[in-house]
Each structure stands twice: as structure tokens, then as C-alpha cells.
């Protein structure tokens, strides 16, 4: 399938604030994922959209999604150096009456003091 | 705690042997998948299992196989037939398979050739 597609690294000062950015594919997708990944780890989900909302914010996250364009971004507020990791967004797809996620290759973020 | 628990979490694998990866959840969940994780890369589906004694093939099944004979455990064998199998494997679980059912995923195991 199509790829879903991530800027590969972004860095940012503490405390400023964070945005990753993504473009997905199937205009039909009914949902769209960003997860936390740190090294060595498994994937954390941080939050989620419906393809009917425009933003979702969740405490210092929020998510802007762009229909039209089939852009989808996660603003991180207060970027601390915690939040240094991989993030990855994914969009759910039908295949064959199931529905998968597709993933783009990650956001690296690095977070300097 | 409920969650999805993977071991080992490094396992090495001679020439032409088989390996099993172990992947249990107790959230009580019908949905479980299997990712491959290469550096630089995002997941790619391998097998993933919508309910127990069914399963169906990702992306990127050659060279593995699976099983769901029971609803907690969704075992992954890497055959001698996968070439490059040296990878991060990462293993998923969700309530179902339909609308909103976010994917919660285990720690991982990583996966070497020797």
C-alpha cells in the first residue's frame, strides 16, 4: 500500500513546543494514532482522532487534522526532555472487511536542555 | 496489572533453526498482531488474529507462521525460510477489530542472528 508519510527528526529546546507532522492516505481511514515509542521499547498509544473531529487535545498534546489534505500533526506544549523518543503515526484501513494500522517510519524528537 | 507481556526479550538464532516468540495478554482481548520493526523503518503487519482459531496474513508473512488456539497467546515462529529475520518484533492486542480499538503493544523482543 501507500506509505503514510514523517519528517525523520525534529529538535526542539525544553520547553518550547514540539510539532510532528505526518500526511496519510486513505482519504477513507476512520481513525488516525500517534504513539510514543523510547528505545528499546514497545509502543505507547498517546492519543487518537476520529476522522469527523478537526482537533482533539488531550493535556499538553494536541492534534490538528486536516481532511482535505490528509494531514494529520501532534503539538507537544512544554516540550520536556522526557518526551524525547520516537513518535509514529498510523492510520486504520480496511483490508478485506478487517482493519489494520498502517504506520509511517517515526518522528525521531530530541529534546535539548 | 493487565497489559501484553513478550519474551525473551533478546533471543539469537542459529543458521537454519526455527524460533518461536512468545506473545500473552490477560486484558482480555479478541485482536492480537504481530509487527516487524527494522531501524529507520515503521512497523510493518506480519499475521494478525481478529478472534481464536483464525488468523490472517499481514504484509509480510513469508517465512513466519503463527497460531491462536487460545485467546490470551499468539506465538510467532520464525522459520529457517525468513532470510534476513534479524529485527525488533513487537507484538499487539485490541478489544476487536472494528471502529475505534487502539492496538496496545508489548515491550518487545529483539531478534539476532548468530
Known amino acids: 500500500g501507500e506509505d503514510v508519510e514523517q519528517s525523520l527528526f525534529l529538535s526542539v529546546r525544553e520547553g518550547d513546543s514540539s510539532v510532528i507532522n505526518c500526511t496519510y492516505t486513505?482519504?477513507?481511514?476512520?481513525?488516525l494514532y500517534w504513539y510514543k515509542q523510547e528505545p528499546g521499547a514497545g509502543l505507547q498509544l498517546l492519543t487518537y482522532i476520529f476522522s469527523n473531529m478537526d482537533m482533539k487535545q488531550d493535556q499538553r498534546l494536541t492534534v490538528l487534522l486536516n481532511k482535505k489534505d490528509k494531514h494529520l500533526s501532534l503539538r507537544i506544549a512544554d516540550t520536556q526532555t522526557g518526551d524525547s523518543a520516537i513518535y509514529f503515526c498510523a492510520e486504520r484501513r480496511r483490508n478485506s472487511g478487517y482493519s489494520t494500522l498502517t504506520f509511517g517510519k517515526g518522528t525521531m524528537l530530541l529534546v535539548s536542555p | 496489572d493487565g497489559g501484553i507481556t513478550q519474551s525473551p526479550k533478546y533471543l539469537f538464532r542459529k543458521e537454519g533453526q526455527n524460533v518461536t516468540l512468545s506473545c500473552e495478554q490477560n486484558?482480555?482481548?479478541?485482536?492480537m498482531y504481530w509487527y516487524r520493526q527494522d531501524p529507520g523503518q515503521g512497523l510493518r503487519l506480519i499475521y494478525y488474529s481478529q478472534i481464536v482459531n483464525d488468523f490472517q496474513k499481514g504484509d509480510i508473512a513469508e517465512g513466519y507462521s503463527v497460531s491462536r488456539e487460545k485467546k490470551e497467546s499468539f506465538p510467532l515462529t520464525v522459520t529457517s525460510a525468513q532470510k534476513n529475520p534479524t529485527a525488533f518484533y513487537l507484538c499487539?492486542?485490541?478489544?476487536?477489530?472494528?471502529?475505534?480499538?487502539?492496538?496496545?503493544f508489548g515491550d518487545g523482543t529483539r531478534l539476532s542472528i548468530l
Open positions: 486484558l482480555n482481548h479478541d485482536a
Open positions: 499487539a492486542s485490541s478489544l476487536g477489530a472494528g471502529n475505534n480499538q487502539p492496538q496496545h
Open positions: 486513505d482519504s477513507s481511514s476512520t481513525y
